[in-house]
C-alpha cells in the first residue's frame, strides 16, 4: 500500500481534491461568471477500481434510494405510469408530471405501485355481485396487467378468487363473480412473510394467496409471480420500495393544488412528492412544504432553483430533496424571455455546497445532451440527473410518433410551452399564470425516436461508469468529493466532439446536435 492509498492518506487526498476544486469554482464565480456543461470537463485521475466495480447507487432524497442515478421528469412527453415502470425496472425512478387531474395522477401512481408486487397491501378487491363483464371493463380501463382478483360479501369479508382460469373458461359475461369465482380459497394470516407465502403458494399450486384477518376480512395479497421474481433475485436491479414495489414519484404544485394531490398519493404509496415550480424558492413552495411536512410521513423535494441562499432556505423549511435547474432545459426560453437563470454546473455546485450541510440530496434538473454530462453534473455536487429529452423519443415515453422526412419522431413540448399551458392547469401553475393570455416559457418540437427505454439508458450508464473509471471514482459519493474540472474553449469544443470526418455509421451514444 503507497501512502497515498492508505486510509489517512486517502482522506487526506480528498480534502485537497475537494479544496481544489472549490478554487476552481470560487475563481470563477469571484469573476461573475457561471458554468455549464459544454464549458467544461472532468480531468482524469488516478484509478485503482475496475469498470465492473464501480457501484452508482445513490439517492433522490434522504429516504428514497436509487440505483441508478437517472429521473424521468415530471413532463406530459416524458414521465407516465409505462415510463415511470421501466425506469425504476431499470433502478432509476419516474416522476409522473400534473398535468392530469388529481385522480388520474393518483391512479398512474397506482399502476406503478401496483405493477409489481412483494405484498399488495391493499388488492383490488370486487363485491360478489359484480358481473364479470363489469369486471373486465374495469380491468380494461384501469389497465391492470394483473388477472386475480379478489370477491368479497357485503360485509366486505372473503368469499372467493377470480383467477385467470376463471375468465378464460367464463363464457357468459353476464354472471355475477360468485358464480364465476373460485371458491376454495387457501388463505394465511396478515403477518406472513414472502418465503412462507412462496411456500405456502408452492405446496398448494397456488398462484394468490390472500391475506385474511380474523373477522374473514381482506388485510393483503402475495401473488406467485411477484414473490417467485423477487426471491429469485432477478429483481436485484430494480428500485423498490421496503414492500417490494417499484418506486415512484408525482409532481405537485402548492397550497391546494399540493394538498388535494398529496392526500391522494400518499393513499396510493407514493414514494415522494415534487413540488415542482418554475421559483422554487418562493413563499407558496416553502409554506406548502412546511405544510405537507407537517402532516405527512412522506418525503417532499422542492424546486427549482439556482442560487444557494435559495438552497438554504429550502433545506431550512424541511425539503428532503432539491431540483436545481432554472433555464438549461431544451424546451425551455425562461432565460430569453424573463431574461434569469444561471448556467447549470454553477448552479449545482453553488447549491449542492450548501444543502451537503444539511444532508438533503440535490437532483440536476435538465440541459443534458450526451451521457458524458451525467458525470460532469455529479462530479459538481448532484446526487442525480433529471433528464427530459434525454428519455423523450423512447419507446415507453407518452406522445404521438410523427414522421418527418422518412425519419420518426415523437412530440417532446416543454410544460410551459404555449400548448400545454394552454390545456393544463398544471402547466399554468408550474409557471404561476392565469388562464388567458399566456406567456409560454417552453417550446413545442419533436424528436428523433430513440427504442427502448432499456437500451437508451444501458449507453447512459455506460458513460456514466467510463467517466467514473477515467476519474478513479469507485462511487457516486466519491465522484461528487474527488471530480475535478477544467474549462475549455470554443476550440476545445470543437477538439472534444468528431471532426474532421464524414460521419458514416451512427453510433447508438452520439448524435451530432442540430
Ligand atoms: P431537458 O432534459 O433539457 O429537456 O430539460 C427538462 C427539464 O426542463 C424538466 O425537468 C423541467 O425542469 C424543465 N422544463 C420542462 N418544461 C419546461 C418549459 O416549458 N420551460 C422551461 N423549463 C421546462
Redesign the pocket.
Same mark, same amino acid.
Given at each position: 500500500m503507497t501512502q497515498n492509498e492508505s486510509p489517512s492518506g486517502k482522506s487526506r487526498d480528498k480534502r485537497r481534491l475537494v479544496a481544489k476544486r472549490d478554487g476552481f469554482f470560487s475563481k470563477i464565480g469571484n469573476q461573475g461568471i457561471a458554468l455549464t456543461y459544454d464549458d467544461v470537463r472532468l480531468t482524469t485521475g488516478y484509478a485503482s477500481i475496475l469498470p465492473d466495480n464501480i457501484n452508482i447507487e445513490s439517492k433522490f432524497s434522504k429516504n428514497v434510494g436509487l440505483k441508478i442515478p437517472i429521473v424521468s421528469?415530471?413532463?406530459d412527453t416524458?414521465t407516465e405510469a409505462q415510463m415511470a415502470i421501466e425506469i425504476a425496472k431499470l433502478g432509476g425512478i419516474g416522476?409522473i408530471h400534473k398535468n392530469f387531474s388529481s385522480q388520474e395522477q393518483a391512479a398512474q401512481v397506482a399502476k406503478v405501485k401496483y405493477h409489481l408486487n412483494g405484498l399488495i397491501e391493499k388488492p383490488i378487491c370486487f363485491d360478489e355481485n359484480t358481473s364479470i363483464g363489469e369486471i373486465l371493463a374495469s380491468r380494461q380501463e384501469k389497465d391492470f396487467g394483473f388477472h386475480s382478483f379478489l370477491i368479497i360479501d357485503k360485509d366486505h369479508r372473503l368469499t372467493g378468487i377470480l383467477t385467470k382460469n376463471d375468465f378464460d373458461f367464463c363464457e357468459d359475461f353476464s354472471l355475477r363473480a360468485k358464480q364465476v369465482m373460485t371458491k376454495r380459497v387457501i388463505t394465511a394470516s396478515p403477518g406472513i412473510g414472502l418465503r412462507e407465502a412462496y411456500r405456502v403458494m408452492k405446496e398448494n399450486k397456488k398462484k394468490a394467496i390472500p391475506l385474511v384477518n380474523n373477522a374473514g376480512k381482506v388485510a393483503g395479497l402475495y401473488t406467485f409471480s411477484d414473490v417467485k421474481r423477487i426471491l429469485s433475485g432477478d429483481s436485484k436491479s430494480f428500485n423498490v420500495d421496503k414492500n417490494g414495489r417499484l418506486r415512484v414519484a408525482a409532481a405537485i404544485g402548492v397550497y391546494d393544488d399540493a394538498f388535494e394531490r398529496v392526500e391522494k398519493l400518499v393513499r396510493e404509496k407514493i414514494d415522494l412528492v415534487i413540488i415542482?415550480t418554475?421559483h422554487g424558492d418562493s413563499k407558496g413552495v416553502i409554506e406548502t412544504l412546511k405544510i405537507i411536512k407537517k402532516h405527512y410521513d412522506v418525503d417532499v423535494l422542492a424546486? =427549482?432553483i439556482s442560487e444557494p441562499e435559495s438552497a438554504e432556505r429550502l433545506c431550512r423549511a424541511g425539503a428532503d430533496g432539491l431540483?436545481i435547474?432554472q433555464?438549461?432545459? /431544451?424546451?425551455?426560453?425562461?432565460r430569453i424571455i424573463a431574461g434569469i437563470g444561471k448556467p447549470q454546473v454553477s448552479a449545482i455546485y453553488e447549491c449542492s455546497k450548501v444543502a451537503s450541510k444539511f444532508g438533503v440530496p440535490v437532483c440536476a434538473?435538465?440541459?443534458?445532451?450526451f451521457s458524458g454530462d451525467i458525470p460532469i453534473a455529479i462530479g459538481a455536487g448532484a446526487h442525480s440527473v433529471?433528464?427530459? =429529452?434525454?428519455?423523450?423519443g423512447t419507446k415507453e415515453s407518452p406522445g404521438e410518433f410523427r414522421f418527418h422526412q422518412g425519419v420518426q419522431y415523437k412530440v417532446?413540448?416543454?410544460?410551459? /410551452?404555449l400548448g400545454?399551458m394552454e390545456s393544463n392547469k398544471g /402547466?399554468r401553475e408550474?409557471?404561476n399564470q392565469g388562464k388567458d393570455d399566456l406567456v409560454?416559457?417552453?417550446?413545442e418540437g419533436m424528436v428523433p425516436y430513440k427504442g427502448p427505454l432499456k437500451e437508451v439508458i444501458h449507453q447512459y450508464i455506460g458513460g456514466l461508469k467510463r467517466g467514473m473509471g477515467y476519474v478513479g471514482a469507485g462511487t457516486i459519493e466519491d465522484l461528487r468529493t474527488i471530480a475535478q474540472f477544467v474549462r475549455i474553449t470554443e476550440a476545445g469544443k470543437a477538439e472534444s466532439h468528431p471532426h474532421d470526418i464524414v460521419i458514416t455509421r451512427e453510433a447508438p451514444n452520439y448524435q451530432k446536435q442540430q
Open positions: 421528469a415530471a413532463m416524458v416522476v415542482d418554475a424546486g =427549482n431540483k435547474g433555464g438549461p432545459g /431544451s424546451i425551455c426560453t425562461t434538473d435538465g440541459g443534458l445532451k433529471m433528464m427530459g =429529452n434525454m428519455l423523450a417532446y413540448r416543454g410544460m410551459g /410551452s400545454a /402547466s408550474r409557471y409560454p416559457e417552453g417550446m
